[in-house]
Every structure is written in structure tokens, then in C-alpha cells.
């Protein structure tokens, strides 16, 4: 045991004694002229690159927390636009194709061609909710009853009240699979029968013959609304019929906003 308490004060004087050597050896250091300069010019060569490498990663972590959000904020841009794109279109081929016809039902009706309709926001939409069914934030406070048709960008219809609270409402969309409406196909307003097939998809057959192409719109006879456009038409030899495939002009999911169309 003595033998060890020896050993170890031996170790503690050659500890102390080395550091008492390296003090007065750095104290000389800097003391001696010459040596003093030449750490100074080492120190004059070596800080501005350290300063300059700082100065790099702090400017290159600004550029990328400037590239996030202006990413972030094109995402989020790019998004409205196509919202705003989507509601354009369907405004144009409402005004377009079908403003003189119904200006002349108004005309025979002896009417004003005029509705009440109360705009609510919408809650939830079949992206999250299923069976095709949108939640809106009015309900019958504000005047909804069911079977109200609901319709996007004050053109194209795309569902009808299904449930109505005080102050909310589902609307179910006609695209909702195994749903079955009466419509006018093209041009020549030829009548069919169109299925939902989900997410604002519809199919429905003409008789083979029948005048429609890709592009021609699709109309709910209730109200004159346009429930979609032709996107495909699918014509097999040994069929009398030809499959016509179409959908809303617009992406169900990006829908924010709608109008609830009041009966009087």
C-alpha cells in the first residue's frame, strides 16, 4: 500500500513538473520577439480563412431557408391557380354554350333569369371524406333544404344537398359510384343515363350513330348546369352502342368554395 501511495505522488511532481515546464516555455515563446512575430503573421494568414469559411456556411444556410420558403410559397401559389384556371374554364363554357339557350327558357317562361343562392366554404372534401360527399358550413340557418342543388364557379353543378343541419350540410356529389341522373350529351342534346364512377367521373352510353366527340359538354337538364365535359368515346364493332366517358371540367378536390342553389 505504501509502495502505490509512492508511485502515485511520483506521477503527480512529473505532472506538475511537466506543466510548470510548458507555462514558462509558452511564456518565453511569446515573450522572445522573433517567435511572437511569427505567430502573429500565422494568425494574419490563417483567421480570414477561417472568417471566410464562416461567412460561406452562414450565407449558404440563408440560400437554403430562402429557396425552402420560396418553394413553399410556388407550391402554395401554383395550387390557387389551378383553383382559379379550373373556375375560369368552367365560367367560359357556361357563357359561352349555353347563355343563349337558356336565355330563351327564360324568355318563353316570362321569368327573370335570376336564383337565390348562399355560398358556403367547403369543410371536407371526398379526398378525405368517402363515398364522394362534401361537408359545407351552411345549413338550414341559412335557408338549405334538401335535395338543394349545389353547384362550383356559378356554372357547373356538381351534387345535390343529401343532409342538412342548422348551421352545416353533406352535399352528395353525382359522381358518388352507382349514382344514376338523366343528362344531354353534345350538340344534339342526346339524352342518356350517366353512372358515377367517383372523384367527379361519369360514364354513360349513345346509341351508335350518335353525334358527340371529346370536348362536348354534358348537361343536367334541371337548371341547364353543365355536369361535365367528353373526354373519351369508346366505340366497339359488335356493340349497338358506343361507352361515352367524361367528367367535371374542373378537380373535385381542389374545390374550396360552392354555391347552394335555394329553392323559392
Known amino acids: 500500500m505504501k509502495m502505490m501511495r509512492l508511485r502515485d505522488n511520483s506521477l503527480l511532481r512529473g505532472k506538475n513538473l511537466a506543466l510548470i515546464i510548458f507555462v514558462a516555455i509558452s511564456i518565453f515563446a511569446l515573450s522572445y520577439n522573433p517567435v511572437r512575430t511569427a505567430l502573429s503573421q500565422v494568425l494574419y494568414i490563417v483567421a480570414p480563412s477561417i472568417w471566410k469559411t464562416r461567412a460561406v456556411a452562414l450565407e449558404s444556410g440563408d440560400t437554403f431557408l430562402t ?3 420560396i418553394k413553399r410559397s410556388l407550391v402554395y401559389e ?3 391557380l389551378r383553383e382559379e384556371v379550373a373556375r375560369m374554364q368552367v365560367q367560359v363554357l357556361d357563357r359561352n354554350l349555353l347563355s343563349e339557350k337558356v336565355l330563351k327558357l327564360e324568355d318563353a317562361l316570362g321569368r327573370a333569369g335570376s336564383d337565390n343562392r348562399v355560398s358556403a366554404e367547403v369543410l371536407s372534401s371526398p379526398r378525405w371524406s368517402p363515398y364522394d360527399i362534401l361537408g359545407i358550413d351552411a345549413g338550414s340557418d341559412h335557408g338549405i333544404a334538401l335535395g ?3 353547384v362550383y364557379a356559378n356554372a357547373g ?3 345535390v344537398v343529401a343532409e342538412v343541419y342548422p348551421t352545416s350540410a353533406k352535399v352528395k356529389l353525382y359522381s358518388s359510384p352507382g349514382e344514376e341522373n338523366i343528362v344531354f350529351i353534345g350538340p344534339k342534346s342526346t339524352p342518356s343515363s350517366a353512372h358515377g364512377r367517383g372523384m367527379g367521373n361519369f360514364e354513360a352510353k349513345l346509341p351508335k350513330g350518335s353525334v358527340v366527340e371529346k370536348g ?4 343536367l337538364p334541371k337548371g341547364n348546369l353543365i355536369l361535365g365535359t367528353v373526354g373519351l368515346v369508346e366505340e366497339e364493332p359488335a356493340l349497338p352502342f358506343v ?3 367524361f367528367r367535371t371540367p374542373f378537380n373535385i378536390a381542389d374545390i374550396h368554395e360552392v354555391e347552394v342553389i335555394i329553392k323559392k
Open 67 to 69: 429557396n425552402f420558403k
Open 78 to 80: 401554383n395550387i390557387i
Open 148 to 150: 338543394d342543388l349545389v
Open 157 to 159: 353543378v356538381i351534387g
Open 216 to 219: 362536348d359538354i354534358v348537361v
Open 243 to 245: 361507352n361515352v366517358f
